[in-house]
């Protein structure tokens, strides 16, 4: 039975079985990894109530009533959830759930390897996982721009740039609309975990492209310490012309549910003032986008004109003129404008 520390663990092929109960899977878990519970949400409770009101042996003779009759099920749900027979496994801490499960799969012909102090001990390296400094291009702009068009473009052939993509790992646009048409958000927990997944395959040395996000992308926080490095990044700033941005926006929220539109403006009824908020909530009942937008951006250009300005500890700032929200121009102005500043 051997056990690994985080890194080797990671770096197995096989599939990852998760034996934590159901709520704490979906509250956090590693990506691609599978819930095979050795318990339910309701016996992991009693367990505990049992260990912290009676003792530790009565918790552990309950575990073990609760474990017999469903051995026989978890041994047929281990082999269609890992047909090769070769599995990862952990629990929280490495500790009895998973060593109970280790002995009934390894009984049942699985070779079984084990992370060594758990769930855990994989959340600590997450989390020292955003100390890692890393060579940061942020991409700014006002809404409308299409910086997150401008990342896929970068990331695909012919660039093939490395791209972090925050609002993708997020489920979230970074606005009052931004859940509009989105799946749902992710735990925090979960985030970090994702967004420490998607680190690790980034190169280490070479620049990475990254969306210039506050702290918050809807009800998600960036972690502190991977916030502070791209609020001190060099920053590219694209300059769209406003008649291009009010098109795109226009095209993409038209296409929208009018009923989350008008959700998303009534939230935002104390910045727009009164009489801003009724002409927008009119205007996406006529089906007028365009004037929807021209009212909605009237707050937002205020808003993320002042975050665009140059920031202490910034150690550049470049603005790149275009003319449309086409992507792939842009992508091409970007990197020319990339190599001009670079050359200095």
């Not at 959340?123 to 991409?139: D, G, I, K, M, Y």
Request: glycine share 8%.
């Amino acid at each position: 039975m051997p056990r690994h520390p985080i890194a080797e663990f990671e770096a197995l092929p096989y599939p990852i079985l998760d034996v934590r109960a159901p709520i704490e899977f979906a509250q956090g878990h590693i990506p691609g990894a599978l819930n095979l519970p050795l318990f339910t949400d309701e016996e992991r409770a009693r367990i505990g109530t049992t260990y912290k009101q009676v003792s530790q042996e009565r918790a552990v003779h309950l575990g073990l009533e609760f474990f017999g009759p469903k051995m026989s099920e978890m041994v047929k749900k281990a082999q269609k959830l890992a047909q090769g027979k070769e599995v990862r496994l952990h629990c929280w801490r490495g500790g009895m759930r998973s060593g109970a499960v280790l002995w009934l799969l390894e009984l049942a012909g699985f070779k079984v390897h084990l992370l060594d102090k758990g769930y855990k001990e994989y959340r600590h390296a997450v989390l020292a996982s955003f100390e890692t400094p890393c060579n940061w291009r942020v991409l700014g702009g006002l809404t409308g721009s299409g910086k997150t068009d401008v990342l896929h473009a970068l990331v695909a052939a012919p660039h093939n740039q490395p791209v972090l993509d925050l609002e993708g790992l997020a489920h979230h646009k970074g606005s009052a609309f931004g859940a509009i048409g989105q799946p749902a958000q992710p735990t925090q927990e979960q985030f970090e975990n994702n967004l420490a997944a998607a680190l690790m395959k980034l190169p280490t040395a070479a620049p990475v492209w990254v969306e210039d996000e506050s702290r918050q992308i809807g009800r998600l926080t960036i972690p502190p310490a991977l916030f502070g490095q791209l609020r001190t990044a060099p920053r590219w700033v694209l300059e769209v012309p406003r008649a291009a941005r009010v098109a795109k926006l226009a095209a993409e929220y038209g296409a929208e549910d009018p009923t989350e539109l008008a959700a998303a403006i009534e939230r935002l009824h104390k910045r727009l003032g009164g009489l801003a908020t009724q002409q927008a909530l009119a205007a996406v009942e006529a089906r007028d986008f365009s004037l929807m937008v021209e009212l909605v951006l009237d707050y937002y250009d205020k808003t993320y004109t002042y975050g665009l300005a140059p920031r202490p500890g910034e150690p550049a700032r470049t603005v790149v003129p275009v003319h449309t929200c086409d992507p792939a121009e842009n992508a091409y102005a970007l990197l020319r404008a990339t190599a001009i500043a670079t050359s200095f």
